[in-house]
C-alpha cells in the first residue's frame, strides 16, 4: 500500500516568500482530498483537463499526446550555451522547462515535470516549489562540460489542475524564462523528421532552429506518486537532433532505464562513441524505479539512429514499426 499522503492542490493556500505574504496563487481551484491505497488508472484521453487554460496560465503553447498536455518554455534567455567540441546548445535542442499534466479525475491532474536553469536561480526555485506544495524531486546537470553550466530540477504534484499550473506559473517566475512564447506554426528542418521517428520506432517532432525530438515509450504500466500514469508524462526515451554548421548533427539520447538495462544500454552506446553525460534517478516514488541517462554524440544522424534502436530492442520499449 502506498501510505505517501503527498499535497493536493484543491484548496486555498497562502504562500510566503522572501517575508512578504502572497496572494492565495492556488485558491478557487476544484479537487479533492489525495491518498489512493492503489493505483488509479489513467484516461485514454485528456478527459478533463484544461487544456487551452494551462497554456494560457503558464503563458507557452503546448503539445497534446496521448493522455498528456506537455508544455515546454525555451530558455531563450539562454541563447549563448556552448556544448563539448564548440557544439552550440540552441534552447530547442537542450535547454527547456518541460511540463506534463495528465488527467486523473474531473478537475484532477498530476503533473511532472523539470527547469532548466543558471546557478543563479536554483535555489529561489527549489523555494518556491517547496512554498507551493509541489514535491522537489531532483537536482542534477544533464550535460557535464556546458560553458556556463545548465542545471536542471525536477518536480511534480497531484491535485487541481488550475492550481499546480498557478502554482507552476509562481515556480517560473523566479527564472529569466522570456514569456509569453509559442511554438512556431510551420517550423522547418533539413533533417528528414518522419525518416528519423521511422528508424527510433517513435513519434518525430519538429521545432525551433530545425530540432526534431523523437520520443520512445517504455511498456510497462508506471505509477507516481501511487498515480498509474502514461509513459509520455516524461517518463520515456527522448532523442534530440541539432544540425550543425559543418553538416553534422548533434545526438542527444536520453534513456529511462531499468536497473538491468543500465549497464547493457551503457556499454553499447560507448562502444557506438557516445559520451555518457549523466545517470540518475528523477523522480522519488516511482514504481518500477528508472534511472535516466543523457548522452552525446555528433555526426550522421541516421546512422545513429540505427544505432539506437539496436540498443533500445535490449529493453523493454514499445517500438513503432
Known amino acids: 500500500m502506498n501510505t505517501d499522503r503527498e499535497p493536493d492542490f484543491g484548496r486555498r493556500r497562502t504562500l510566503t516568500a ?3 505574504v502572497m496572494a492565495a496563487v492556488l485558491a478557487n481551484t476544484p479537487g479533492s482530498a489525495f491518498g489512493q ?20 496560465i503558464l503563458r507557452a503553447s503546448g503539445h497534446v499526446s496521448g493522455s498528456v498536455l506537455h508544455v515546454s518554455q525555451l530558455r531563450k534567455d539562454l541563447n549563448d ?31 511532472n515535470g523539470d527547469l532548466a536553469l543558471p546557478a543563479e536561480e536554483i535555489n529561489a526555485v527549489i523555494d518556491r516549489i517547496l512554498s507551493v506544495g509541489l514535491v522537489f524531486q531532483a537536482f542534477h546537470q544533464h550535460f557535464f562540460d556546458l560553458d556556463p553550466q545548465i542545471w536542471f530540477v525536477h518536480l511534480r504534484g497531484t491535485g487541481s489542475s488550475y ?20 511554438a512556431p506554426l510551420n517550423p522547418s528542418t533539413t533533417l528528414d523528421a518522419p525518416r528519423l521517428g521511422r528508424l527510433l520506432g517513435g513519434e518525430a517532432r519538429i521545432h525551433e532552429d530545425g530540432v526534431v525530438s523523437v520520443s520512445i515509450l517504455r511498456r510497462e504500466q508506471l505509477t507516481l506518486g501511487g498515480v498509474a500514469i502514461d509513459p509520455r508524462l516524461g517518463v520515456s526515451h527522448e532523442v534530440h537532433f541539432e544540425p550543425l554548421a559543418d553538416g553534422r548533427t548533434a545526438v542527444a539520447p536520453k534513456f529511462a532505464l531499468l536497473p538491468q538495462e543500465v549497464a547493457i544500454v551503457m556499454r553499447q552506446m560507448r562502444r557506438e562513441g557516445f559520451d555518457i ?9 516511482e514504481t518500477p524505479q528508472l534511472f535516466f541517462s543523457h548522452l552525446l554524440a555528433a555526426g550522421n544522424p541516421y546512422y545513429f539512429s540505427r544505432v539506437i534502436r539496436r540498443v533500445l530492442q535490449q529493453t523493454n520499449t514499445r517500438l513503432l514499426s
Do not use: W
Request: charged share 10%; with cysteine; aromatic share 8%.
Open 81 to 111: 550555451v556552448a556544448g563539448p567540441a564548440d557544439i552550440p546548445f540552441k534552447p530547442a535542442f537542450a535547454l527547456h522547462n518541460d511540463f506534463y499534466f495528465q488527467s486523473i479525475g474531473p478537475g484532477r491532474a498530476i503533473l
Open 163 to 182: 492550481g499546480m499550473a498557478r502554482g507552476l506559473d509562481y515556480v517560473v517566475r523566479a527564472t529569466g524564462t522570456p514569456l509569453p512564447q509559442s
Open 37 to 56: 491505497a492503489g493505483p488509479v488508472m489513467p484516461p485514454p484521453t485528456t478527459g478533463s483537463l484544461p487544456v487551452q487554460d494551462i497554456q494560457r
Open 18 to 20: 522572501g517575508g512578504a
Open 277 to 285: 553525460h549523466c545517470l540518475y534517478n528523477q523522480e522519488t516514488a
